[in-house]
Nanobody, 122 residues
């Protein structure tokens, strides 16, 4: 199955942590770029983080830099998003994405998961 499948969302208090997981099976998993986007109610979908094929290159949106960490385990065909020091403004549906370019726009990613809800209460 090429389409990513997210898990790990939920409700957390401000200042808390969550870890999202994304399974994206396929023989070519280790050769693709993986990332996360999010969409809050009434807002456009926005880039959160991405990680290169080998895991050696990561890139974050300014809004999450220093709080979120993206990582991947190619042996498990899984990518993670560790989210610390969560804020109410992080509340959104988080989407795992898969692509072949190190981009920050939705057009750079051709497979999208169904999304997982993250809600941060104040």
């Amino acid at each position: 199955q090429v389409q990513p499948v997210e898990s790990g969302g939920g409700l957390v208090q401000a200042g808390g942590s969550l870890r999202l997981s994304c399974a994206a099976s396929g023989r070519t998993f280790s050769s693709v770029v993986m990332g996360w986007f999010r969409q809050a109610p009434g807002k456009d979908r926005e880039f959160v983080a991405r990680i290169s094929w080998s895991g050696g290159i990561t890139y974050y949106a300014d809004s999450v830099k220093g709080r979120f960490t993206i990582s991947r385990d190619n042996a498990k065909n899984t990518v993670y998003l560790q989210m610390n020091s969560l804020k109410p403004e992080d509340t959104a549906v988080y989407y795992c994405v898969r692509g072949v370019r190190l981009g920050v726009t939705a057009y750079d990613y051709d497979y999208w998961g169904q999304g997982t809800q993250v809600t941060v209460s104040s």
